[in-house]
């Protein structure tokens, strides 16, 4: 039970062992399974859970009888009822569990009658209640202003691994858009990795393609330096495009009247 304390909460680095034990005293593991709910509409749940393990889904139901995907909740990160944990009126939205879950939970009142005693836990509490809100204003800004494409790649950037685990229904509510529209999408993104694939595998091919030629040009040269003034220093790695180039930049820039470069031999042959 401790050491699961302990990750939880291993980012607030300000809070000591007795910090910690305090905490225990006030924290329980909850198990959920799957389909199981945690908070439904109109309850009054005060616990304020982390996912140690599983996957929590937080949706409402319209006017229309149809279920809007608000949040996922996957292992490492906060969940529970902030109507009511913040402002003490009843939830209005649903959690339920998609896979069986283990939680940890705490009653909201009892870390705030706590951290009336304790000042780091009191710090705890206020640097968590600000990364609810900043959460809160970055989801707004993600339906305000991203493309529905960009909205989904940003899902698969911020929950890596997670969309093989949810439907896509699901999926779709939760981006705002359709099932059609969802699909659409993936299979543009697949299309466009496939072309950057196939675009990547003909870059090599030339690229190899094009080190080869130049690896038969060195060699011819290394060949008529050896016969011509006995040149026998060693290839280094390296060392190979260097002297290659080195033949290219004389060829290019001596005049056509001094004796020519050893390396005009080898180029010659490959006009």
Do not use: W
Request: charge should be positive; aromatic fraction near 10%; hydrophobic fraction near 40%.
């Amino acid at each position: 039970m401790l050491e699961n304390i302990k990750a939880a909460f291993h980012q607030f680095t300000f809070l000591g062992p007795n910090d910690l034990m305090e905490l225990a005293s006030i924290i329980k593991i909850r198990q959920l399974k799957k389909g199981e709910h945690l908070v439904r509409v109109g309850e009054y749940n005060y616990a304020a859970v982390k996912v140690l393990k599983g996957l929590l889904y937080h949706y409402v139901i319209d006017d229309n009888g149809m279920e809007k995907a608000l949040l996922f909740v996957p292992e490492g990160m906060n969940s529970g009822a902030m109507q009511t944990m913040m402002a003490g009126k009843a939830a209005d939205e649903n959690i339920m569990a998609l896979e069986d879950t283990i939680l940890l939970c705490a009653d909201v009142r009892e870390l705030e009658k706590t951290a009336d005693k304790n000042i780091r836990v009191m710090k705890m509490l206020n640097q968590s209640y600000k990364q609810i809100i900043s959460e809160a204003a970055e989801r707004i800004r993600f339906l305000a202003v991203h493309t529905p494409e960009e909205r989904y790649l940003h899902f698969r950037k911020t929950y890596p691994n997670l969309e093989q685990r949810i439907k896509q229904k699901d999926l779709a509510s939760y981006l705002c858009i359709t099932d059609t529209s969802l699909s659409r999408i993936r299979a543009r993104i697949a299309k466009r990795l496939i072309s950057l694939l196939l675009t990547e595998l003909v870059l090599r091919q030339l690229f190899y393609g094009h080190r080869q030629v130049l690896s038969q040009s060195f060699q011819r040269y290394i060949k008529y330096r050896k016969n011509n003034d006995g040149y026998q220093e060693p290839i280094r790695n390296g060392n190979r495009f260097v002297f290659l180039f080195q033949g290219l930049y004389y060829r290019r820039h001596t005049n056509k009247n001094e004796t020519p470069n050893p390396a005009d031999a080898v180029f010659s042959n490959n006009r």
